[in-house]
């Protein structure tokens, strides 16, 4: 598996879609068995906190099992910011979206575009939106809608992907793509590979993170448990998705965190960051969430200025009072109290993961002892010595670390070969 693990990481990095497959393969209408066999086209939009992005999918029409064998044939990222960012502007999210849609009418013969189903899934930032504000995340998705609608595609709607189903996708994508699910055969067959263990997924998004796995035990907890038949076999399985938990909302928890350990002080001494490191926050951006509670006197304008002292232990304990580890009794959890079944089998880290241990060189399965005293040696450099780019992935390593961490106590493997 290691060596499919290694190849799978190049493509998966590239694509950043790993809910996407899944969900054509899970949309891909019964209707579809019935047209002659030739290569059909699908769109989907991945519209994550961060960014979006269009992903074109071309397939055989004749279906195997009942669930299609899809390849990607492009991946257009959208320019500007994730659709739950354009809240007070939601014609622009509409907008940003043209490019990527003026592209795939380029690459889809314009005989097939009418009946090339199209879809958009937005995750953890529009599910933050809608919370915050139901109004607002509706416009951004008539906004979106009016704009895929103007193209000739069979759009098939917009919507929020539950956390149950952004983790279900995730795990059904990276087990596709590692052919654990279905392998093309000696025999040039589609087959179900036998002796072969699929992998549970760990998706370290924007504004979520999600587990999935196939659990040894039968879920305790219904609101936990998803069950798919994919490709003529059933699989139950174990998935949350902690909603805050994922890189740019955690890291605001954290901020926030330091800010109320001080909060007259204009100055947020921050150990997560390099020394040397100086940053100015308004309290209305740093407040602008509902992953962070605002003090009871806001007071919008007020600039906070966030000073590095590079301080990895003061760093992972404050990251640490972000998670509560108690379980209750006769429980088994993830944090925060969240039923969890105990974890089983090899698990495959990505999106968040991955660009982080890219940065780092840590792609090659290294061993954990390799990974712990790679992101130490980081952490210990000084500003001046980690560019702007790195800075975004600097802040990340800390959460990076503390999940690792997390799943080693709760024996997880992350593909240690250790
Ligand atoms: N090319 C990239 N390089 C580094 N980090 C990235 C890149 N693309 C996305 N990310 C990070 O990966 C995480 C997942 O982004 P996104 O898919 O937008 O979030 P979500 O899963 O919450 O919708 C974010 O923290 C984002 O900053």
């Not at 193209?151 to 596709?176: C, H, K, M």
């Not at 025999?187 to 993170?209: I, Y």
């Not at 379980?327 to 698990?347: D, E, K, L, S, W």
């Amino acid at each position: 598996m290691d060596y499919k693990a290694k190849t799978v990481a190049g493509l998966l990095a590239a694509t950043c879609v790993f809910s996407i497959i899944a969900l054509i393969l899970s949309v891909v209408n019964v209707k579809d068995v019935f047209l002659p066999p030739s290569t059909k086209y699908g769109l989907v939009f991945d519209a994550g906190s961060t960014h979006t992005a269009l992903y074109i999918y071309r397939w055989p029409a004749d279906k195997e099992n009942g669930t299609g064998i899809v390849s990607q044939v492009e991946a257009c990222t959208a320019p500007g910011e994730g659709i739950s960012s354009y809240a007070d502007n939601p014609a622009e999210a509409g907008a940003s979206l043209k490019p990527c849609l003026d592209k795939a009418m380029k690459i889809i013969p314009a005989e097939q575009q009418r009946d090339t189903p199209t879809y958009l899934g937005a995750t953890a930032g529009m599910r933050l939106l809608r919370e915050q504000n139901s109004t607002k995340a509706e416009q951004v998705f008539a906004e979106v809608s009016k704009a895929i609608g103007k193209y000739p595609v069979d759009f098939r709607g917009a919507q929020i992907l539950t956390g149950n189903e952004e983790g279900s996708f995730g795990w059904i994508t990276i087990n596709y793509l590692l052919e654990t699910l279905v392998k093309y055969s000696f025999a040039e067959k589609w087959e179900h590979p036998r002796d072969t263990e699929v992998l549970g997924a760990l998706d370290l998004g924007g504004a979520s993170t999600q587990i999935t796995f196939q659990p040894g035990v039968t879920t305790e907890d219904n609101s936990t448990s998803t069950f798919f038949r994919l490709y003529g076999s059933n699989y139950s399985l174990y998935t949350h998705s902690y909603l805050c938990y994922g890189q740019t909302q955690a890291l605001k928890m954290l901020l926030a965190d330091l800010h109320k350990g001080n909060s007259s002080s204009q100055e947020i001494s921050h150990p997560c960051y390099p020394m040397g490191y100086q940053e100015n926050v308004t309290m209305s951006a740093l407040y602008n969430s509902p992953c962070v509670r605002a003090p009871s006197t806001p007071s919008p304008a007020q600039v906070l200025t966030v000073i590095g002292t590079g301080d990895p232990a003061a760093c992972s304990t404050a990251i640490r009072k972000l998670f509560n580890f108690t379980c209750g009794a006769n429980r088994t959890c993830g944090f925060n109290g969240v039923y969890q079944p105990p974890v089983r089998g090899q698990f495959f880290a990505f999106a968040g993961f991955y660009y982080t241990f890219h940065f780092l060189n840590l792609t090659s399965q290294q061993s954990f002892s390799d990974v712990n005293s790679t992101i130490q040696t980081f952490c210990n450099k000084s500003w001046a010595e980690v560019t702007q780019k790195q800075l975004q992935l600097h802040h990340t390593q800390w959460l990076v670390m503390v999940h690792q961490r997390t799943s080693s106590q709760k024996n997880a493997n992350m593909n240690d070969p250790d």
